[in-house]
């Protein structure tokens, strides 16, 4: 059965930093292409990042650019987000999600999502 | 950023009828257009891919068509569960995009 699950969310100052992880199971991790998909409180979904299976290929929204880094360990089936210099908009829910074949990004799985919150 | 636009904003149904969700792409996103169903507190599921491909596990009443910029998901009889917000998302290119998202409640 395939399962992602996110951890590390929570609370940080404005500025601050926090690392998102996703452990992965059931199902080849390296032969996947991984997304991080966030949701603002009351709002829609968007698109964060994405990173390849092989993890040489990795794809930004230009609202994180710069600020956030994703990586993925194929050794140990699991998936990162670095997020550096957290603003009050960066508030959401973060989904992990798996592409549904290969490196092609729409999602078939999703964890139930960690909630960040930056805040003073 | 292809930008993605879904109407209408909410469609109030009851059961048993047919509901019809559109998605138009500010430009052609060819067939790689995807549909999401989500309920409050719960991940998005997806149920169709690459605009007509129903995904694993999804019943026969949703059904996924279009190319291009103009893309159609219907539930052909809705079912108590089948309200929920419904969200289309291109992997065209990057910047991937999600619609707002269409909300299906009760009449």
């Known amino acids: 059965e395939v399962q992602v699950l996110e951890s590390g969310g929570g609370l940080v100052q404005p500025g601050g930093s926090l690392r998102l992880s996703c452990a992965a199971s059931?199902?080849?991790?390296?032969?996947?292409?991984m997304s991080w998909v966030r949701q603002a409180p009351g709002k829609g979904l968007e698109w964060v990042s994405d990173?390849?299976?092989?993890?040489?290929?990795?794809y930004y929204a230009d609202s994180v650019k710069g600020r956030f880094t994703i990586s993925r360990d194929n050794s140990r089936n699991a998936l990162y987000l670095q997020m550096n210099s957290l603003r009050a908009e960066d508030t959401a829910v973060y989904f992990c999600?798996?592409?549904?074949?290969?490196?092609?990004?729409?999602?078939?799985?999703w964890g139930q999502g960690t909630v960040v919150t930056v805040s003073s | 950023e292809i930008v993605l636009t879904q109407s209408p904003a909410t469609l109030s149904l009851s059961p048993g009828e047919r509901a019809t969700l559109s998605c138009r792409a500010s430009q052609s996103v060819s067939s790689y257009l995807a549909w999401y169903q989500q309920k409050p507190g719960q991940a998005p599921r997806l149920l169709i891919y690459d605009a007509s491909n129903r995904a694993t596990g999804i019943p026969a009443r949703f059904s996924g068509s279009g190319s291009g910029p103009d893309f159609t998901l219907t539930i052909s009889s809705l079912e108590p569960e089948d309200f929920a917000v419904y969200y289309c998302q291109q992997r065209s290119s990057w910047p991937l995009t999600f619609g707002p998202g269409t909300k299906v409640d009760i009449k």
């Open positions: 990173i390849s299976g092989t993890g040489d290929g990795t």
């Open positions: 999600a798996k592409a549904y074949r290969g490196d092609r990004y729409s999602f078939d799985y």
């Open positions: 059931g199902f080849t991790f390296s032969s996947y292409g």
